[in-house]
């Protein structure tokens, strides 16, 4: 069955300091991953994908097929950067079906 | 652009009565995807709408549920007969294409039953 596990409800860090956010995936087909953010009484938004290998707000993502991860990353935590993150699979067949982790809330201390 | 709108924003309802949801899309987006999202829990896909079609409500639960997004006119999630287990977040999110990968979010309507 396909899953996203994010396995930290809650992960604190001072402002500076590196953060790693995880995420693991379970499926069987060609994955298309995701992560998507939630600030404080804003809507879910889309922070970046797999596919386009880019870096957002100094976030970057690697798909590793091998360990099924999608780790989201940044080398300096910033305040703005508290808010709740979600990973999210894209199941193959045409359109976006989007199946969610339960996602993580990321607590940046000044 | 005022981006996709969901109304109403907070919903009560007593166990037994009907809940509609609207989701209106982005100007110019023709598909719209609904989430349920339970307390301490991710999103959950409920379905999938083209403007007149279901595609795909694989994540609709089998009984009191129901869907329509009308060639004129706002998305809307039905539930009959609610329950106190559907007090949840409810998203809509819409998209311009079929295949378009990125999904834009409505501010969701939170659903309590009493």
């Known amino acids: 069955a396909q899953r996203v596990t994010q396995p930290e409800k809650l992960l604190s860090v001072f402002k500076g300091a590196p953060v790693e956010l995880k995420c693991n995936y379970s499926y069987s087909g060609s994955p298309e991953l995701f992560w998507y953010v939630q600030y404080s009484r804003q809507r879910l938004q889309l922070l970046l994908r797999h596919i386009s290998r880019e870096s957002i707000k100094g976030f970057t993502a690697d798909l590793n097929k091998g360990e099924t991860s999608f780790h989201l990353k940044k080398p300096f935590a910033q305040e703005e950067d508290s808010a709740m993150y979600y990973c999210a699979l894209s199941l193959s067949g045409g359109y976006n079906k989007l199946i969610f982790g339960a996602g993580t809330r990321l607590a940046v201390h000044p | 652009n005022a981006g996709v709108m969901q109304n109403p924003r907070h919903l009560v309802r007593r166990r037994g009565q009907e809940a509609r949801l609207r989701c209106s899309p982005m100007?110019?987006?023709?598909?719209v995807y609904w989430y349920r999202q339970l307390p301490e829990e991710g999103l959950k896909f409920m379905v999938y709408l083209q403007k007149e079609n279901i595609i795909d409500e694989s994540g609709m639960p089998k009984e009191r549920f129901s869907a329509e997004f009308p060639k004129e006119g706002p998305s809307i999630l039905r539930i009959q007969q609610v329950v106190r287990g559907d007090s949840a977040a409810y998203f809509c999110?819409?998209?311009?294409?079929?295949?378009?990968?990125?999904?834009?979010f409505g501010p969701g309507t939170r659903l309590t039953v009493t």
């Open positions: 100007k110019g987006h023709s598909h």
């Open positions: 999110a819409s998209s311009p294409d079929r295949g378009g990968y990125e999904q834009y």
